[in-house]
């Protein structure tokens, strides 16, 4: 039987988790451009926390209670204080400016032929920043590492075994939407280098976001465990969505 609570307040920063500077600054998770095309504030968004389990539960065999929690405030215009103003006003803001020189077609789902290959780097890097962001900024544990940020910031690309998929959105629901799940795989799973153990307990490893964005949706998935990588990948190309990253060839849309 599920027990509905609210969560604690989403995480802010004093110092920057990028760079390690201070003060923070108002971050944008979803840029000011795309907020006037989604003309927020005129239209329902929701913020939905899928179902996760308790660390310290996973010892407790006989342990059913799950938390959930759906915040239907408009979460594309938050502006938390996460990032110092340098890479706010840098290499963050580098990405917002390359993407809006050709987001608006995709968005709106009005645009037609094949992303270039930086198109496809660009707005790979900017769904996987908006990923990270919003990670900090939520109640739950934080699964992507440190090191997986300052290789976005430092070289502008994530790494290969993150998976980003993408597809056209026709239905209503997803349009401005947001799901996020972090879950926990057990050491002997684990293919690299990834923190698995938090003050004693199991860490959670592994996690999806799904970006509801107008005629974009989005799927993002971080796991430190190559197999379950792969059958990711293939179930997901098996079922029609184009593989956006790591890039393996041309997107058409």
């Known amino acids: ?128 920043l908006i990923t990270i962001l919003n990670e900090l900024h939520s109640y739950s544990q934080k699964t992507i590492p440190a090191v997986d940020s300052q290789r976005l910031m430092n070289t502008g690309r994530l790494p290969d075994d993150w998976s980003i998929f993408i597809t056209n959105l026709n239905g209503k629901r997803w349009r401005k939407r947001k799901g996020y799940h972090n879950f926990l795989f057990t050491p002997g799973t684990v293919a690299r280098s990834h923190p698995i153990l938090a003050d004693g307990l199991p860490k959670y490893n592994t996690q999806i976001t799904t970006l509801g964005i107008e005629s974009l949706l989005a799927q993002i998935f971080v796991c430190p465990n190559s197999q379950i990588v792969d059958k990711y990948r293939t179930h997901h190309i098996l079922q ?3 593989l956006l990253w790591p890039p393996m060839g041309k997107i058409s849309f």
């Not at 963050?92 to 809006?100: R, T």
């Not at 608006?104 to 198109?119: E, H, R, S, Y």
Request: proline share 7%; with cysteine.
């Open 1 to 128: 039987m599920s027990n509905f609570t609210r969560h604690p307040a989403p995480t802010t920063f004093k110092k920057c988790p990028f760079c390690g500077k201070s003060p923070t600054t108002d971050t944008h998770i979803f840029p000011k451009w795309l907020n006037k095309i989604l003309e927020v504030g005129t239209k329902h968004t929701e913020d939905a926390y899928h179902p996760q389990v308790d660390p310290a539960m996973l010892y407790n065999s006989n342990a059913r209670t799950v938390t959930r929690q759906t915040d239907k405030k408009d979460f594309f215009s938050r502006q938390p204080h996460i990032a110092c103003q340098q890479c706010n006003g840098g290499w963050m803001a580098a990405f917002e400016e390359q993407m809006v020189e050709f987001a608006k077609p995709i968005i709106l789902g009005t645009f037609v032929g094949n992303l270039t290959a930086n198109q496809q780097i660009t707005l790979a890097s900017w769904l996987g």
């Open 240 to 242: 029609g969505y184009k």
